[in-house]
């Protein structure tokens, strides 16, 4: 339950002012939209070259002490955005937080799976996505409002939240933990890189990123598509918070039911909803219409993916390396995220924003067809 709700307080704590760090930079700071969507894929950059070793250092040295340097670090590194005032500040602080963010993502993955029965892992992540979204909605919707009034609030907040993790960790986390060993690899670095050179792993990882891409498109570039066509602040909280509460009612009682099925089964029905609510941001007419039944129809894709793609890559890990394994799904997700906004950006500029809405559908639905053919391959690792 600790790691639970060391979850809740981080997700609350980041996304009420991540999710408005685009319009922040775009529309107060100055910055162009493409600079904006580089600095955010240097970032998940970061995050995703980082995240592997500590993943994997994790593995050796143990889950708390990392877990909290990160939440510390990030206390500092995330209200420091005010101190941004053009393209090479906004680089420096992205690295800084990419960095942080390399830590915190795959070793509480990896603690929360020690922690978790095997057959209850989907569940478990399930109900730890849960408690994300309900932070998620609590924090987003507020933030909206404080946002069109003053970001320095929101960064205040974000602080004193990632301190509270911070203490948590350090005044819950006491005693022994579990910790699955194995004999370690000859180098550290061999032990990092180990995932990659798993063909099944490799193959899912090429194909799955889809999901952490729509995420990204959710993410970073609904808020900035839908100021440009002539939203405000406070309806894109009221929206992106719907998809919140819709994802945490669902998603427990799915993962529940589709748990015994494994966790690959459904994915390629998965990325199919996923392609049609991005599909649907780009033919809709009317952009309050477009952002509202996008987002809905993408929660039903999410309450799948959500805990069934970090259940899998739970599954295909060996023995005493799921530290590695998290970390290198998170350097594919990070990535994958930080690149939505930076190519969406591109094609939006090139061409319009339904065009970059098509673009990612278009691509979603192929790994649809391919995560569905291939189910089957992944599932002897089980």
């Keep these: 339950m600790v790691v639970v709700a060391a979850s809740f307080i981080a997700v ?20 162009d ?28 040295l143990g889950r708390r002490p990392l877990l909290i340097a990160s939440s510390l670090v990030t206390a500092v590194v995330l209200p420091a955005f005010l101190l ?16 942080a963010g390399a830590i915190n993502i795959p070793v509480s993955s990896a603690l929360l799976l020690d922690l978790a029965p095997p057959e209850r892992r989907q569940s478990v992540l399930a109900l730890n996505y849960t408690v994300m979204s309900v932070a998620y909605t609590l924090g987003v919707i507020p933030a909206g409002y404080i946002a069109e009034r003053g970001y320095g609030i929101l960064a205040a907040a974000s602080a004193a939240g990632y301190a509270l993790v911070a203490a ?27 995932a990659f050179g798993d063909r099944r792993f490799a193959l899912f990882a090429a194909i799955a990123f ?25 309806y894109i909280g009221l929206v992106l918070g719907a998809n919140s509460i819709l994802v945490a009612a669902l998603a427990l009682p799915v993962a529940t ?37 996008g987002t ?29 394994y998290q970390g290198a799904w998170t350097l594919v997700a990070s990535l994958s995220l930080g690149s939505a906004l930076a190519l969406s950006g591109a ?36």
């Design 12 to 31: 609350a704590a980041r996304m009420s002012l991540v999710q408005f760090l685009g319009i922040y930079f775009v529309h107060r700071a100055g910055i």
């Design 33 to 60: 939209v493409t600079t904006v969507g580089l600095a955010f894929l240097c970032e998940n950059i970061a995050r995703g070259l980082a995240a592997p070793f500590f993943g994997t250092l994790s593995d050796r």
């Design 84 to 99: 941004v005032t053009g393209p090479a500040t906004l680089l420096a602080w992205s690295l800084l937080l990419g960095t």
């Design 168 to 194: 948590l960790y350090l005044a819950a986390l006491r005693g022994p933990l579990p910790l699955e060993r194995a004999a370690p690899a000859p180098s550290l670095l061999r032990d990092t890189l180990a």
């Design 210 to 234: 889809v999901f952490p891409l729509s995420m990204g498109m959710l993410v970073t570039v609904t808020p900035l598509y839908a100021t440009a066509r002539g939203l405000g602040e406070s």
């Design 257 to 293: 039911r589709i748990e015994a099925q494994g966790p690959f089964r459904l994915l390629g029905a998965a990325a199919a909803i996923i392609a049609a609510a991005l599909g649907c941001f780009a033919l809709i007419p009317g952009a309050a219409a477009a952002l509202l039944i």
């Design 296 to 324: 809905v129809v993408y929660s039903f894709g999410e309450v799948v993916f959500s805990s069934a793609v970090p259940a899998g890559v739970a599954r295909l890990a060996p023995a005493g390396r799921r530290g590695a």
């Design 347 to 382: 094609i939006s500029k090139a061409a319009d924003w339904p065009s970059a809405w098509l673009a990612c559908a278009v691509l979603t639905a192929a790994a649809a067809v391919a995560l569905h053919s291939l189910r089957q391959r992944f599932a002897p690792a089980a």
